[in-house]
């Protein structure tokens, strides 16, 4: 095998964001981009040499080229072996679990999530650690470093492996193994949830479901747990055939975006259930009959009956949610006597956690929800955690959620985005704020007091790493909050997040319409941050 060496001289912009180096596909195609951020992977990463590495993405343009690439670089790198998924797709939790079954080093995951696809889309790459886990910022800060000063690669000759057929090669002395992408996920999803008895509730006449792809990687997932299986009929997943531009749309399952299973979920004789996931396979959306469940209050369903699922009925060691996600899950982990973790925006935090057996379920609001099965989060895991549920109760998604309300009260939640707006003023916003936090507590806006403002910062309590400049959180004497932040996933300006929750204990007003109900907060937010001003919008782009 011929191995090259080629000089390059490094980029400035390869500082990986909440998950991976995220550009726009024509980012990556300039001559050396890609092959610098892998080699600046490989160079950091301590022993890696003889190892096995597990590849796959989402299945977006320019994946396939990526992963040739990256073959021929690990093998001029002198890794020992490479897992890749036939066709090069692997979903985000799919990699994270073939790393842990196979014990592998760690792995390589090409996605840009839910941002779109196709030649003007975008494109992503991250790198995943032994436990299965986005590698913490002490890592990627270290692929940084070293991308800012590389000056070569390596790169061996050779010709392309075939990625459409199982198989087990070699590139030089490295071992090339194209893997089923589907079921070793699909046995760790059968060793969790009772299958038999959410088969059972698929076949009987009253109820049906609906499973929406968006045309990204789950597709094949779907296909293959739900309809061959579970047992659900031929076209239960639409949009399932995986395309490189999503067929145009934007792979990320909320209200707005996952449109076509809107469409049928609000519909006359819409089913029981529906569901969407992203990109690449992490988020998750959860519908009921005309009715949107919000990630927030997911989760803490989720918690509240985890007792109810095989994999979870001994208990739950913890629960862990991000800041910006609603306090839902901290009721019920306080009735469970459980401890509640509240970390900062990224799965990556929530791996330590996990690790040492602190928390057993996390999630965040921006439709994430996982356990320690694997160390991201799980689109399709969350699909079938509410399968189980509803098989056990036998109760209408609505119902389920509007008696959690009834013994926790309801935490009315939104989040408004203001996407791609100029970075400068969105920055000056958050100056703005930074520096006006230290002196509010206490002040009053109306009938809302300051109980606390900060900008927050986390101390991990199992390495005690710090991660400051979180998110400006603004909080409120009767439990309300808002908060502030600028998205670290966006490729284009920048984009504002704000956060709005508020808390009703009385069941008689927990059917108001959420943004009514959030009103005066969201007034609030615009008195206290000026964002018409800052972001030049009228109103958000996305509010879910
Ligand atoms: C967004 C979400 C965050 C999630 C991340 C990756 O990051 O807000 O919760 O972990 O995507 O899916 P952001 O763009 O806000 O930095
Ligand atoms: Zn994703």
Known sequence: ??????????????KPGTSGLRKSVTVFQKPHYLENFVQSIFDSLEGCQGQTLVLGGDGRYYNRQAIQTILKMAAANGI????????GILSTPAASCIIRKYKA????????????????????IKYNITNGGPAPEKVTEAIYARSKVIDSYKIADVADINLDKLSVSRIGEMGVEVIDPVEPYARLMESLFDFDRIRELIKGDSFSLCMDSLH?????YAKNILEQRLGAPGGTVQNGEPLEDFGGGHPDPNLVYAHDLVEVMFADNAPDFGAASDGDGDRNMILGNKFFVTPSDSLAVLTANAHLVPGYKDGLSGVARSM??????????????IDCYETPTGWKFFGNLLDADKATLCGEESFGTGSNHVREKDGLWAVLFWLNILAVKGESVEDIVRNHWQTYGR???????????AKEPATELMERLRSSVGEMKGKKFGAYEVDYADDFSYTDPIDGSVSSKQGIRIGFTDGSRIVFRLSGTGTKGATLRVYLESYEPDASKHSVETQAALKPLIDLAEEIAQIRKFTEREEPTVIT
């Open 105 to 124: 080093f760690g792995g390589i995951i090409l996605s840009a999530s839910h941002n779109p696809g196709g030649p003007d889309g975008d494109f992503g």
């Open 411 to 421: 935490n009315f939640y939104s989040r408004h985005d203001y996407e791609e707006v």
């Open 1 to 14: 095998m011929d191995i090259r060496t080629v000089s390059t001289t490094p980029f400035s912009d390869q």
């Open 80 to 87: 020992g072996r490479i897992l890749v998924g036939r066709g």
């Open 324 to 337: 910006p996600t609603s306090a839902a899950v901290d009721r019920v982990a306080a009735k469970l006597g």
């Open 216 to 220: 990204a990687v789950t597709g094949p």
